[in-house]
Nanobody, 125 residues
Framework: QVHVVESGGGLVQVGESLRLSCVAS????????TSWFRQAPGKEREFVAH????????NYVDSVRGRFTISRDNAENTVHLQMNNLKPEDTAVYFC??????????????????WGQGTQVTVSS
């Protein structure tokens, strides 16, 4: 069993930065691929970024590519999402999700077995 907990959300102004963290329990987490999703009020959950278990492969939704960076520290069982140049449309609850099987279907929320409770990011103009 793996538990994931997100942190680092908050209220920022347009153009500012935040760094989200996803900390997982369980000795096998370092072998799990991990993604960040987000959900804004009244909208469906949206894929944001993905990282393979080794960190060698990363993927981003077009709207955040070049502004967000996903990384991981397997020694600390942690995945980070560095978010720069934040925009109002980035406002959402951000969720961390872990996939034990390294599926290629990383865009699909149903791929993920473990989810955190989410952390709120609000970007004010």
């Amino acid at each position: 069993q793996v538990h994931v907990v997100e942190s680092g959300g908050g209220l920022v102004q347009v153009g500012e930065s935040l760094r989200l963290s996803c900390v997982a329990s369980g000795s096998t987490y370092s072998r799990y691929s991990t993604s960040w999703f987000r959900q804004a009020p009244g909208k469906e959950r949206e894929f944001v970024a993905h990282i393979s278990w080794s960190g060698a492969s990363t993927n981003y939704v077009d709207s955040v590519r070049g502004r967000f960076t996903i990384s991981r520290d397997n020694a600390e069982n942690t995945v980070h999402l560095q978010m720069n140049n934040l925009k109002p449309e980035d406002t959402a609850v951000y969720f961390c999700a872990a996939d034990p099987w390294g599926s290629s279907k990383y865009l699909d929320p149903q791929t993920y077995e473990y989810w955190g409770q989410g952390t709120q990011v609000t970007v004010s103009s």
